[in-house]
C-alpha cells in the first residue's frame, strides 16, 4: 500500500512540475519573445507613424483609414493593433515583438478601460500566470476561488500551446482590411446593465500588476522616442451617467493607483465625445460605436491629432470629467 502510495504521490509531483515547466517554457522562452496574438506580422509592410493599441473600445472606435485621408497621409500610416478582450500584458508583449518594425513611429495611443485594471481581469488572465511571483501566485491559490488552478500550475497549458501554435502558424500574414480595425454595422442595442459589474464582479481591488505592464510599455515607447497617449473612446451616455453616480469609488481608486504606479501620463478623448442626440445612429451598444460612430470618432480624432500630439504628461483625474 505505502509503495502505491508513493508512486501515486511521484506521479502527481511528476504532472505537476511537467505542466509548470511547460507553461514557464511556452511562456518565457516563447511567446515572451515572439507573441503576437493571431500575429501582426504585417506590421513590417507598412510604415505606421500612429499605433493604436488596446482592446474593443478603440477596436471598433477608430478607423485608420478615414484617419489619413483626413490628414491626407499615405496609407498605413496609422494602424490598429487591438483586440477584443485585450490585457495590459498582452499589449506590452505583443508590442516587444514587433517593435523592430516600428522605427517610423511617432506615438502610441492606448485605448484605456479602466474594467481591464481590476484584480478579477489579472487573477483570470490564463496566458501569463507563469509570469507572477511565487508570492503572488500563494496569494492567489489562498484567495481567489477562480483562479487557484491557473496559479498551482503557472497557468492554461492550452492557452499557453495555442498562443505559440497560432505565433508559428502565422509567419506571412496579409494586412488587413483597414489596417487592423473592425466595424460593428447594427445600431444601438439597448439593454439592461450594471455598469459596477465589469470591473471587477462584486471586488474593487485594482490589479498594480497590470499597471506595472502598462508601464513597461509607456518606458519601452518613449525610450525609442515615441510619445506614448492613454486614449479614452467614448461610451454611451447612459454608461458614462452610470459610472459617474455608481463607480465614482473605483474610479478614485483607478486613477489614484495609476498616479501612483504609472506616474504622468498624456491622456487624450474621453466618454462624451460622441454627442447625446447620435447616441442612437453612433453605438451598437452602450461601451461601443458601429460603423457610422467608428467614422465620426476617427474624423474628430484626425482633427484633434495635432493638439493631441502635443499632450504634456500630467496626472490623472476623474475619468468622467475628460
Same mark, same amino acid.
Given at each position: 500500500?505505502?509503495?502505491?502510495?508513493?508512486?501515486?504521490?511521484?506521479?502527481?509531483?511528476?504532472?505537476?512540475?511537467?505542466?509548470?515547466?511547460?507553461?514557464?517554457?511556452?511562456?518565457?522562452?516563447?511567446?515572451?519573445?515572439?507573441?503576437?496574438?493571431?500575429?501582426?506580422?504585417?506590421?513590417?509592410?507598412? %510604415?505606421?507613424?500612429?499605433?493604436?493599441?488596446?482592446?474593443?473600445?478603440?477596436?471598433?472606435?477608430?478607423?485608420?483609414?478615414?484617419?489619413?485621408?483626413?490628414?491626407?497621409?499615405?496609407?498605413?500610416?496609422?494602424?490598429?493593433?487591438?483586440?477584443?478582450?485585450?490585457?495590459?500584458?498582452?499589449?506590452?508583449?505583443?508590442?516587444?515583438?514587433?517593435?523592430?518594425?516600428?522605427?517610423?513611429?511617432?506615438?502610441?495611443?492606448?485605448?484605456?478601460?479602466?474594467?481591464?485594471?481590476?484584480?478579477?481581469?489579472?487573477?483570470?488572465?490564463?496566458?501569463?500566470?507563469?509570469?507572477?511571483?511565487?508570492?503572488?501566485?500563494?496569494?492567489?491559490?489562498?484567495?481567489?476561488?477562480?483562479?487557484?488552478?491557473?496559479?498551482?500550475?503557472?497557468?492554461?497549458?492550452?492557452?499557453?500551446?495555442?498562443?505559440?501554435?497560432?505565433?508559428?502558424?502565422?509567419?506571412?500574414?496579409?494586412?488587413?482590411?483597414?489596417?487592423?480595425?473592425?466595424?460593428?454595422?447594427?445600431?444601438?442595442?439597448?439593454?439592461?446593465?450594471?455598469?459596477?459589474?465589469?470591473?471587477?464582479?462584486?471586488?474593487?481591488?485594482?490589479?498594480?500588476?497590470?499597471?506595472?505592464?502598462?508601464?513597461?510599455?509607456?518606458?519601452?515607447?518613449?525610450?525609442?522616442?515615441?510619445?506614448?497617449?492613454?486614449?479614452?473612446?467614448?461610451?454611451?451616455?447612459?454608461?458614462?451617467?452610470?459610472?459617474?453616480? %455608481?463607480?465614482?469609488?473605483?474610479?478614485?481608486?483607478?486613477?489614484?493607483?495609476?498616479?501612483?504606479?504609472?506616474?504622468?501620463?498624456?491622456?487624450?478623448?474621453?466618454?462624451?465625445?460622441?454627442?447625446?442626440?447620435?447616441?442612437? %445612429?453612433?453605438?451598437?451598444?452602450?461601451?461601443?460605436?458601429?460603423?457610422?460612430?467608428?467614422?465620426?470618432?476617427?474624423?474628430?480624432?484626425?482633427?484633434?491629432?495635432?493638439?493631441?500630439?502635443?499632450?504634456?504628461?500630467?496626472?490623472?483625474?476623474?475619468?468622467?470629467?475628460?
Amino acid at each position: 500500500m505505502k509503495r502505491i502510495i508513493k508512486k501515486v504521490v511521484i506521479l502527481a509531483v511528476g504532472v505537476f512540475l511537467s505542466i509548470n515547466l511547460l507553461n514557464s517554457f511556452f511562456f518565457h522562452f516563447l511567446i515572451k519573445n515572439v507573441y503576437s496574438d493571431g500575429s501582426y506580422n504585417w506590421v513590417d509592410k507598412v %510604415s505606421p507613424r500612429i499605433l493604436i493599441m488596446g482592446s474593443s473600445s478603440v477596436l471598433y472606435g477608430l478607423s485608420p483609414g478615414v484617419i489619413t485621408q483626413e490628414l491626407n497621409l499615405p496609407e498605413g500610416s496609422v494602424v490598429v493593433l487591438a483586440k477584443n478582450g485585450r490585457t495590459p500584458a498582452s499589449n506590452y508583449f505583443l508590442y516587444k515583438s514587433i517593435e523592430k518594425d516600428l522605427d517610423k513611429a511617432e506615438a502610441i495611443f492606448y485605448g484605456l478601460d479602466p474594467h481591464f485594471f481590476s484584480r478579477h481581469y489579472f487573477e483570470t488572465d490564463n496566458l501569463f500566470p507563469a509570469d507572477w511571483s511565487l508570492t503572488e501566485r500563494c496569494k492567489i491559490i489562498r484567495e481567489d476561488k477562480d483562479a487557484k488552478l491557473l496559479a498551482f500550475f503557472g497557468g492554461d497549458l492550452k492557452t499557453n500551446a495555442e498562443a505559440f501554435f497560432d505565433n508559428m502558424g502565422h509567419r506571412d500574414a496579409p494586412v488587413p482590411p483597414d489596417f487592423g480595425a473592425k466595424v460593428i454595422k447594427r445600431k444601438m442595442t439597448r439593454q439592461p446593465f450594471k455598469v459596477q459589474e465589469p470591473f471587477a464582479y462584486g471586488k474593487f481591488d485594482i490589479s498594480v500588476e497590470y499597471i506595472s505592464y502598462l508601464k513597461m510599455l509607456k518606458e519601452s515607447a518613449e525610450k525609442s522616442g515615441k510619445k506614448f497617449i492613454l486614449y479614452l473612446a467614448p461610451a454611451s451616455y447612459s454608461w458614462t451617467s452610470a459610472y459617474k453616480d %455608481s463607480c465614482a469609488y473605483f474610479d478614485k481608486e483607478f486613477y489614484t493607483a495609476m498616479n501612483k504606479y504609472l506616474g504622468p501620463v498624456a491622456l487624450a478623448g474621453g466618454f462624451s465625445q460622441i454627442p447625446v442626440e447620435h447616441e442612437d %445612429s453612433c453605438f451598437s451598444d452602450i461601451h461601443h460605436l458601429n460603423e457610422s460612430g467608428q467614422k465620426e470618432l476617427s474624423i474628430k480624432f484626425a482633427h484633434e491629432l495635432p493638439g493631441y500630439m502635443e499632450l504634456k504628461p500630467a496626472f490623472m483625474h476623474a475619468l468622467y470629467a475628460y
